[in-house]
T-cell receptor
Framework: GAGVSQSPSNKVTEKGKDVELRCDPI?????LYWYRQSLGQGLEFLIY????????KSGLPSDRFSAERTGGSVSTLTIQRTQQEDSAVYLC????????????FGNGTRLTVT | KNQVEQSPQSLIILEGKNCTLQ??????????LRWYKQDTGRGPVSLTI?????NTKSNGRYTATLDADTKQSSLHITASQLSDSASYIC????????????FGGGTRLMVKP
């Protein structure tokens, strides 16, 4: 079946513009995660959705970042008034519930802020 | 603070050789430890997941070990292939109701012909 799909795969935007990144998780996966990966760095947690529970937003770096998950499926990560330091690869992952369920990652959106 | 430290940061080996990657963690309480492979420009892919009671788990030429007492794990790659060139990421999950996954910085492996 299809894996986690992210779009766009690449996005170049000017400083100060808003961007929206999309994630289509694997069907049936109730858990959805957003991570950020800067060049040569480890993954930085941003936000976590689990079913109908309130999302864990503890990793969002500033109030310019927000995310939604509509109908328990597709998620959108929005970055307002982008800054150059926002340039990174944004990875989405989904999984079944349960601590031992592996995360399935998309291939990410590479965001470049000029 | 929960931490996951991986070593070495990078490694170059010749095709056909074996190698071992290390992961030390301080995450507590411990739930499970995962190894992921991340090819350049792609998302990480799960290789193994080990719980507290598991000492070793294999996935083809990849064998992961876990010593929960010393909080150490290793990933052994046998008979390396060029396609093994990637970053290998160790991830440890806390035993709680949330989503606490702590990621290591990864080991970048390059396999040369």
């Amino acid at each position: 079946g299809a894996g986690v799909s992210q779009s766009p795969s690449n996005k170049v935007t000017e400083k100060g513009k808003d961007v929206e990144l999309r994630c289509d998780p694997i069907s049936g996966h109730t858990a959805l995660y957003w991570y950020r990966q800067s060049l040569g760095q480890g993954l930085e947690f941003l936000i976590y959705f689990q079913g109908n529970s309130a999302p864990d937003k503890s990793g969002l770096p500033s109030d310019r970042f927000s995310a939604e998950r509509t109908g328990g499926s597709v998620s959108t990560l929005t970055i307002q008034r982008t800054q150059q330091e926002d340039s990174a690869v944004y990875l989405c992952a989904s999984s079944f519930p349960g601590q031992n369920s592996p995360l399935h990652f998309g291939n990410g959106t590479r965001l470049t802020v000029t | 603070k929960n931490q996951v430290e991986q070593s070495p940061q990078s490694l170059i080996i010749l095709e056909g050789k074996n190698c071992t990657l290390q992961c030390n963690y301080t995450v507590s309480p411990f739930s499970n430890l995962r190894w992921y492979k991340q090819d350049t420009g792609r998302g990480p892919v799960s290789l193994t997941i080990m719980t507290f009671s598991e000492n070793t788990k294999s996935n083809g030429r990849y064998t992961a070990t876990l010593d929960a007492d010393t909080k150490q794990s290793s990933l052994h790659i046998t008979a390396s292939q060029l396609s093994d060139s990637a970053s290998y990421i160790c991830v440890v999950r806390e035993n709680n109701a949330g989503n606490m996954l702590t990621f290591g910085g990864g080991t970048r492996l390059m396999v040369k012909p």
